[in-house]
Antibody, heavy 121, light 106 residues
């Protein structure tokens, strides 16, 4: 059974930093691109960032470019999102999502349950 | 960046109805389009990938069509479990994007 388990969400002040993790099981992690997608309260889905299976190719939405860094540890089957210079508009549930292939751009066939990031003073 | 526009934003229907949701891209995305269903408090669920391919385990009453810039999701005969919000997603470019969502309500 495929499982994606996010953690690391928290209440943080504007300008602060946070690192999200997503532990994957039930898949050959090195075979798939992975992504982060967020959803602000009561709003739609927003793609945030993606990384290829090799961990080398990374992509970001303009709204987070220069502030967020995606990475993966293939030896630990874990995806990360390092977030810095957080702003109120970053408040959202953050989902990790598995792509259907090795590249980052893909349909997402498995999603985690989400972790809530709240940016507020 | 490619903008994805869904219509309608809200759709009222009844059990047994056939409904169609449209998704338009601001430029051609070939057939690199997916459809998701999301229920409140839950993660999205993949229904359709590559515009018309049914994800494993998804009921056959769901179907997708289209290419280029215009796509549709059709639900053949609505079941009570289908009332949810639906999103399209383009993955033609590495800067992927979602439509704003269509809420299907009774």
């Amino acid at each position: 059974e495929v499982q994606l388990l996010e953690s690391g969400g928290d209440l943080v002040q504007p300008g602060g930093s946070l690192r999200l993790s997503c532990a994957a099981s039930g898949i050959i992690f090195t075979n798939y691109g992975m992504n982060w997608v967020r959803q602000a309260p009561g709003k739609g889905l927003e793609w945030v960032s993606g990384v290829g299976a090799d961990g080398v190719t990374t992509y970001y939405a303009d709204s987070v470019k220069g502030r967020f860094t995606i990475s993966r540890d293939n030896s630990q089957n874990t995806l990360y999102l390092q977030m810095s210079s957080l702003i109120v508009d970053d408040t959202a549930v953050y989902y990790c999502a598995k792509g259907r292939g090795k590249v980052a751009k893909a349909a997402f066939d498995y999603w985690g349950q989400g972790t809530l990031v709240t940016v507020s003073s | 960046d490619i903008q994805m526009t869904q219509s309608p934003s809200t759709l009222s229907a009844s059990v047994g109805d056939r409904v169609t949701i449209t998704c338009r891209a601001s430029q051609s995305i070939n057939n690199w389009l997916a459809w998701y269903q999301q229920k409140p408090g839950r993660a999205p669920k993949l229904l359709i990938y590559k515009a018309s391919n049914l994800e494993s385990g998804v009921p056959s009453r769901f179907s997708g069509s289209g290419s280029g810039t215009e796509f549709t999701l059709t639900i053949g005969s609505l079941q009570p479990d289908d009332f949810a919000t639906y999103y399209c997603q383009q993955y033609n470019t590495f800067s992927q994007s979602f439509g704003q969502g269509t809420t299907l309500e009774i």
